[in-house]
Each structure stands twice: as structure tokens, then as C-alpha cells.
């Protein structure tokens, strides 16, 4: 799993092209994401998942 190092660089690419209300606030790495059979991905569990915390 990748460390805090490679979570902080997109954070500091956003934050230097972007206003600091628009960038990301954490970076979460997964092995996989949950998908449809089609292949779309499931945008609502992922959404559930973290109004839940």
C-alpha cells in the first residue's frame, strides 16, 4: 500500500494549481474499485462509504 509521502503529492500539485477549497482534503488508495458487471463504476457505495464516517 502506498505511504503518506505519495498521498501528500497530489495534494501539493493541486494546491499550487487550484484554490485551496477545491483540493482534495485526503487521497485513499484502493486495489480495487467496486464495479458494475458492465464495468461503470459504483459511484453510490463509494459515496455511502464515506458519509458513513
Do not use: N, Q, W
Not at 494549481?17 to 463504476?41: E, M, N, Q, Y
Request: aromatic share 10%.
Amino acid at each position: 500500500m502506498p505511504g503518506t509521502e505519495l498521498a501528500e503529492e497530489p495534494i501539493a500539485y493541486c494546491r499550487a494549481r487550484l484554490a485551496h477549497f477545491k483540493c482534495p482534503r485526503s487521497v485513499d488508495f484502493r486495489p480495487t474499485l467496486p464495479r458494475h458487471p458492465t464495468g461503470k463504476l459504483y459511484k453510490r457505495l463509494l459515496v455511502e462509504e464515506y458519509e458513513r464516517s
